[in-house]
């Protein structure tokens, strides 16, 4: 989201920040535990020793050795639906703990041999679908995902798949999925505020025109004149190659760029009236009767490119802090050098500040992440923040990323940057 110039003037110099946690994605797990001894394994002759051999090192934490035992017991009883189920869930476990420590193609192959035994099992289909959008591969998700929902109803799936689809500009089934999880589930917050949102853009939108140019799709309502959108797809192609130079593209998936009236634009988003763009798995913008001058259209549009592209690199995983202040970075904006915050500053706070309601704490926090991702940049360069991006898209905190990309924990990042700020 990119503020209004006129939005930034009058920012108190000393700020307070506010604490502030997060949560984990509904299918983080835990990291595998520490091996246990090795079990020491007789030479079994039949199905129930080889059984009883898997359960032995399943316990133990020795995955690969057990999921063999359970395929050599299923072998030994082709018919029985039992000993494929061991298998099956052997191979989801190992596939799960494989897929927390990072390694989603890894974990895909797991949750594929587990359905070589149970094809039909809707929990190792969830767990291929997830395994696919956690490797970026989005078309090869959808599948498993789909026939995990058709054989159980599983709110998570549904709400995957909702979100999936409506990244994808394919709102029709996005809300599909949500009257179905909504049908079985009428007070799921989460669902009811997604269907609202997208009812609201099918409303405002049912008359857009769509127009694929490139690598962006450009929506827009009918009256909007061919400078005003020749204009615009020009300032995001520069966007596009200001980008692209530094972080990578934001996938093979074009762009959807959604144009509106500025009241059209407050009642899909929401959105403050100083937002002057928005990107929310979409690039949204308000126009008004003319354009921004060709110079802060570049910088509007650059900046709402970038949140598309560590949105894509970083997974969906990126703190907001983080979001924000790269992209006002590859806009071109500098931090400011007599800024100063009082109290502690933690990136958990920095979070809380950007995404406070309140506008002058917002705009606060938007100078302040610049200030951090600024700072960061001055350490590493831009190598060092797309790989930053890459762990979180891995599946890393940004606790565990922190200090493999720059050799310190948070605590004491967090402590530099307070003596910087005089705080």
């Known amino acids: 989201m990119r503020l209004s110039i006129a939005a930034r003037r009058g920012l108190l110099p000393l700020v307070a920040v506010a604490l502030a946690t997060g949560a984990a994605a509904w299918w983080s797990v835990l990291r595998a535990p520490v091996p246990a001894p090795a079990v020491v394994l007789t030479r079994p002759a039949d199905a129930t020793a080889l059984t009883d051999d898997a359960i032995r090192l399943y316990a133990a934490g020795?995955?690969?050795?057990?999921?063999?035992?359970?395929?050599?017991?299923?072998?030994?009883?082709?018919?029985?639906?039992?000993?494929?189920?061991?298998?099956?869930?052997?191979?989801?476990?190992?596939?799960?703990?494989?897929?927390?420590?990072?390694?989603?193609?890894?974990?895909?192959?797991?949750?594929g041999q587990g359905l070589a035994a149970v094809p039909d099992d809707p929990a190792l289909l969830k767990a291929a679908g997830v395994a696919a959008v956690h490797a970026g591969r989005v078309d090869d998700a959808l599948g498993p995902l789909e026939a995990a929902a058709r054989l159980r109803a599983d709110a998570q799936v549904r709400m995957l798949l909702a979100r999936l689809y409506d990244h994808r500009d394919e709102p029709e089934r996005a809300v599909a999925h949500l009257r179905a999880l909504l049908a079985v589930d009428p007070v799921h917050d989460e669902a009811r505020r997604l269907l609202d949102k997208l009812e609201r853009e099918q409303r405002t939108e049912a008359a857009f025109l769509r127009e694929p140019v490139g690598a962006f799709v450009l929506r827009y309502r009918p009256g909007v004149d061919a400078d005003a959108r020749r204009a615009v797809l020009a300032a995001l192609e520069t966007a596009r190659r200001r980008v692209v130079a530094q972080l990578g593209d934001a996938g093979p998936e074009p762009v959807s760029v959604v144009l509106y009236e500025r009241g059209q634009f407050s009642d899909v988003t929401g959105s403050h009236a100083w937002v002057?763009?928005?990107?929310?798995?979409?690039?949204?913008?308000?126009?008004?009767?003319?354009?921004?001058?060709?110079?802060?259209?570049?910088?509007?549009?650059?900046?709402?490119?970038?949140?598309?592209?560590?949105?894509?690199?970083?997974?969906?995983?990126?703190?907001?802090?983080?979001?924000?202040?790269?992209?006002?970075?590859?806009?071109?904006?500098?931090?400011?050098?007599?800024?100063?915050?009082?109290?502690?500053?933690?990136?958990?706070?920095?979070?809380?500040?950007?995404?406070?309601?309140?506008?002058?704490?917002?705009?606060?926090?938007?100078?302040?992440?610049?200030?951090?991702?600024?700072?960061?940049?001055?350490?590493?360069?831009m190598e060092?923040?797309?790989a930053l991006l890459a762990r979180l898209g891995a599946g890393e905190t940004i606790a565990d990323a922190a200090p493999r990309v720059y050799g310190w924990r948070l605590a004491e990042l967090e402590s530099q940057w307070r003596r910087l700020l005089g705080g």
């Open 384 to 386: 060092s923040m797309r």
């Open 62 to 111: 020795q995955l690969a050795r057990a999921c063999d035992r359970f395929s050599e017991a299923a072998g030994e009883r082709p018919d029985s639906a039992a000993r494929r189920e061991d298998v099956g869930r052997c191979f989801e476990t190992w596939g799960w703990r494989t897929l927390a420590q990072g390694r989603p193609e890894e974990a895909a192959l797991l949750f």
């Open 276 to 381: 002057n763009g928005l990107f929310d798995g979409r690039i949204r913008l308000p126009l008004g009767p003319a354009l921004p001058a060709r110079g802060e259209l570049a910088r509007l549009l650059t900046h709402e490119y970038a949140h598309a592209v560590i949105h894509h690199r970083a997974r969906g995983r990126a703190p907001r802090w983080l979001q924000e202040g790269l992209a006002q970075v590859l806009e071109g904006r500098a931090a400011d050098p007599a800024l100063a915050a009082s109290g502690g500053l933690t990136l958990s706070g920095l979070e809380a500040l950007v995404t406070d309601p309140d506008p002058r704490r917002a705009h606060a926090g938007y100078e302040l992440a610049l200030f951090v991702v600024a700072d960061l940049l001055d350490r590493g360069g």
